[in-house]
C-alpha cells in the first residue's frame, strides 16, 4: 500500500469581512502517494477554495483557517514565509484556472519557467533554459521554441494555459493542484491534455488533485473522486463506486445531468433549486432544502459518515 502522501484534517476556511462566508465546513480526507484524486461538484462548493488553502494562497487579514494539512510530513499551516515559499512549486505545485493573472505580464513564458528551475533545482542557467524549453515541447506548444520568448499577452488562452502546465510541472512537484487545468482549451485538444497529465503523473509518481465540473474527464484521469456541495464533503469513493453506485442524492443528481446518447432529445436532468448560501449555512444537510427524500433529520442534524466497502457517504437517507 502507497504511503500517505497529504493529509487534510477537519478544515475550515472561514472569509470574513462585512458578511462571514463559511467557505469549507470540516474537511478531510487523504491522499497516497501517486494518486488522483478528483474533487467534483457545483461552482462555489469549495474545490478551489480547498486547492488554494492547500498551498495557503488565501489572504490572511481577511481569511480564518483552522484544521490540519500534513504533505509529505510538513505542517502546512505552520510553515514561515520562507518555508512556504520552498513548499510552493517544489513540494506542491498548481494549474491555476486563469493563467493570464498566475503568469507575470513584463516577463517572458521562459524566464519564468527557468526562474522556478533556478529558484528550486540547482541548475546552471543553460540547463534551465534547456529544461524550461522541453517542457514546453511536452504539453504540446507549437513552436516552442519561439514561444519561449513570448510574452504572457502574445499568447492565446489556450496556449498560456499549456505553458501554465508547463510552469506547475518543470519542477517534478509531489502534489499537483490542478483547477480545471483545460479550461482554455479547444474541445478537440481537452483530452489531450488530460492524458498528457495522467502520463505525467504515472513518470513522475506525483499525486494529483484535480477540480473539475466534468465527470467525463474525472473518470478519464481519476483513481477517486470526492463530491463536495457547502464547502463540504458528501461522498467519496473509487471512480466505479461514484459512477455505478452513487449513494449521496447530490452524486445522483450530477450524474442523472450528464448528456448522453440515451437521453438525447429529451428534457436534460436538473437539482431543482439553488446552492446553498454559505453565509448562513444551517446546522443540518446543507443539501437537504433540494433533496426529494429529506427528512426531518436533515435539516437538523449534520450528516455522519458511513463507510460501505471503499465508499463514504455523509446523507442520513442515502440512495439504495
Same mark, same amino acid.
Not at 46 to 51: A, D, E, I, Q
Not at 60 to 89: A, F, M, P
Not at 137 to 154: G, L, M, N, T, W
Not at 285 to 305: E, G, N
Given at each position: 500500500m502507497s504511503k500517505t502522501l497529504l493529509s487534510v484534517n477537519n478544515l475550515y476556511v472561514q472569509f470574513t469581512g462585512q458578511r462571514k462566508s463559511q467557505a469549507l465546513s470540516g474537511v478531510s480526507f #487523504?491522499? *497516497? @502517494?501517486?494518486?488522483?484524486?478528483?474533487?467534483?461538484?457545483e461552482s462555489g462548493s469549495g474545490k478551489s477554495v480547498t486547492l488554494r488553502t492547500l498551498l495557503c494562497l488565501h489572504p490572511k487579514n481577511s481569511t480564518l483557517v483552522s484544521g490540519q494539512i500534513t504533505v509529505d510530513g510538513q505542517d502546512v499551516l505552520s510553515l514561515s514565509s520562507h518555508q512556504l515559499n520552498q513548499y510552493r512549486g517544489r513540494t506542491t505545485s498548481m494549474i491555476f484556472q486563469e493563467?493570464?493573472?498566475?503568469?507575470?505580464?513584463?516577463?517572458?513564458?521562459?524566464?519564468?519557467?527557468?526562474?522556478?528551475?533556478?529558484?528550486?533545482?540547482?541548475? #546552471?542557467? *543553460? @540547463?534551465?533554459?534547456?529544461?524550461a524549453l522541453n517542457m514546453l515541447e511536452r504539453v504540446q506548444i507549437p513552436q516552442a521554441r519561439k514561444r519561449f520568448d513570448s510574452y504572457p499577452h502574445e499568447l492565446s488562452g489556450g496556449m498560456r494555459q499549456r505553458a501554465m502546465i508547463a510552469l506547475a510541472l518543470v519542477c517534478k512537484p509531489k502534489l499537483l493542484l490542478a483547477d480545471e487545468p483545460t479550461t482554455a482549451l479547444d474541445a478537440s485538444v481537452q483530452i489531450q491534455i488530460l492524458l498528457l497529465l495522467r502520463e505525467l503523473q504515472k513518470e513522475t509518481g506525483m499525486s494529483v488533485i484535480f477540480v473539475t465540473h466534468?465527470?467525463?474527464?474525472?473518470?478519464?484521469?481519476?483513481?477517486?473522486?470526492?463530491?463536495?456541495?457547502?464547502?463540504?464533503i458528501v461522498e467519496t469513493g473509487?471512480?466505479?463506486d461514484i459512477v455505478s453506485k452513487p449513494h449521496h442524492p447530490y452524486t445522483q443528481g450530477l450524474l442523472a445531468?450528464?448528456?448522453?446518447?440515451?437521453?438525447?432529445?429529451?428534457?436534460?436532468a436538473t437539482i431543482k433549486g439553488s446552492p446553498p448560501d454559505l453565509t448562513s449555512l444551517g446546522t443540518g444537510c446543507s443539501f437537504a432544502p433540494r433533496c426529494a427524500s429529506a427528512q426531518t433529520k436533515c435539516f437538523s442534524d449534520r450528516p455522519v459518515f458511513t463507510t460501505t466497502g471503499t465508499s463514504s457517504f455523509a446523507c442520513w437517507n442515502p440512495v439504495t
Amino acid at each position: 500500500m502507497s504511503k500517505t502522501l497529504l493529509s487534510v484534517n477537519n478544515l475550515y476556511v472561514q472569509f470574513t469581512g462585512q458578511r462571514k462566508s463559511q467557505a469549507l465546513s470540516g474537511v478531510s480526507f #487523504d491522499l *497516497a @502517494s501517486g494518486e488522483v484524486l478528483t474533487l467534483l461538484g457545483e461552482s462555489g462548493s469549495g474545490k478551489s477554495v480547498t486547492l488554494r488553502t492547500l498551498l495557503c494562497l488565501h489572504p490572511k487579514n481577511s481569511t480564518l483557517v483552522s484544521g490540519q494539512i500534513t504533505v509529505d510530513g510538513q505542517d502546512v499551516l505552520s510553515l514561515s514565509s520562507h518555508q512556504l515559499n520552498q513548499y510552493r512549486g517544489r513540494t506542491t505545485s498548481m494549474i491555476f484556472q486563469e493563467p493570464g493573472l498566475a503568469f507575470d505580464p513584463v516577463y517572458t513564458i521562459g524566464q519564468q519557467i527557468t526562474e522556478a528551475l533556478l529558484v528550486h533545482e540547482n541548475l #546552471d542557467m *543553460a @540547463s534551465a533554459k534547456a529544461r524550461a524549453l522541453n517542457m514546453l515541447e511536452r504539453v504540446q506548444i507549437p513552436q516552442a521554441r519561439k514561444r519561449f520568448d513570448s510574452y504572457p499577452h502574445e499568447l492565446s488562452g489556450g496556449m498560456r494555459q499549456r505553458a501554465m502546465i508547463a510552469l506547475a510541472l518543470v519542477c517534478k512537484p509531489k502534489l499537483l493542484l490542478a483547477d480545471e487545468p483545460t479550461t482554455a482549451l479547444d474541445a478537440s485538444v481537452q483530452i489531450q491534455i488530460l492524458l498528457l497529465l495522467r502520463e505525467l503523473q504515472k513518470e513522475t509518481g506525483m499525486s494529483v488533485i484535480f477540480v473539475t465540473h466534468d465527470i467525463g474527464a474525472a473518470v478519464e484521469v481519476s483513481d477517486r473522486i470526492a463530491v463536495m456541495y457547502g464547502g463540504r464533503i458528501v461522498e467519496t469513493g473509487t471512480v466505479a463506486d461514484i459512477v455505478s453506485k452513487p449513494h449521496h442524492p447530490y452524486t445522483q443528481g450530477l450524474l442523472a445531468s450528464i448528456v448522453n446518447p440515451e437521453n438525447r432529445g429529451s428534457p436534460l436532468a436538473t437539482i431543482k433549486g439553488s446552492p446553498p448560501d454559505l453565509t448562513s449555512l444551517g446546522t443540518g444537510c446543507s443539501f437537504a432544502p433540494r433533496c426529494a427524500s429529506a427528512q426531518t433529520k436533515c435539516f437538523s442534524d449534520r450528516p455522519v459518515f458511513t463507510t460501505t466497502g471503499t465508499s463514504s457517504f455523509a446523507c442520513w437517507n442515502p440512495v439504495t
